[in-house]
C-alpha cells in the first residue's frame, strides 16, 4: 500500500536550518511528480514546493530562495533544505503527490522559537 513517512522535524531558532526527509512506498516513486506541503495551527495545508520526476523543482513565493527541494529516486526519497527559517514556517510538514493527494503521513513538525 502507498505509504509516506516524513522526519527531520525539530526545534530551531529563528535563522537557523534543518533538513527534512520523507520516504515513499506502494507506488513507482521515480516517475511520479512530488511535494511538500505544511499546515500551521489554524491555517489550511498549503504547497511549499513540488519536485518533478526529473528533479526540477517549483516553490511558493513564500519560501523561495530559503528552501531547496531534491530527490533520491533509488532511496524513493524526497528532501527539503529549509535555510533561514522564521516563526511563520512553524507547521507540520508532510510530503504526498501534487495532484490528488492522499494516503496522509504523520508528518514532522518543524517549530522556529527563539
Known amino acids: 500500500q502507498v505509504q509516506f513517512v516524513e522526519s527531520g522535524g525539530g526545534l530551531v531558532q529563528p535563522g537557523g536550518s534543518l533538513n527534512l526527509s520523507c520516504t515513499a512506498s506502494g507506488f513507482t516513486f521515480s516517475t511520479f511528480m512530488m511535494s511538500w506541503y505544511r499546515q500551521a495551527p489554524g491555517r489550511e495545508r498549503e504547497l511549499v514546493a513540488t519536485?518533478?520526476?526529473?528533479?526540477?523543482?517549483q516553490y511558493a513565493d513564500s519560501v523561495k530562495g530559503r528552501f531547496t527541494g531534491s530527490r533520491d529516486n533509488a532511496k524513493n526519497t524526497i528532501y527539503l533544505r529549509m535555510n533561514s527559517l522564521n516563526p511563520d514556517d512553524t507547521a507540520i510538514y508532510y510530503c504526498?503527490?501534487?495532484?490528488?493527494?492522499?494516503?496522509w503521513g504523520q508528518g514532522t513538525q518543524v517549530t522556529v522559537s527563539s
Open positions: 504526498n503527490w501534487p495532484f490528488s493527494p492522499q494516503y
Open positions: 519536485i518533478r520526476a526529473n528533479g526540477e523543482v
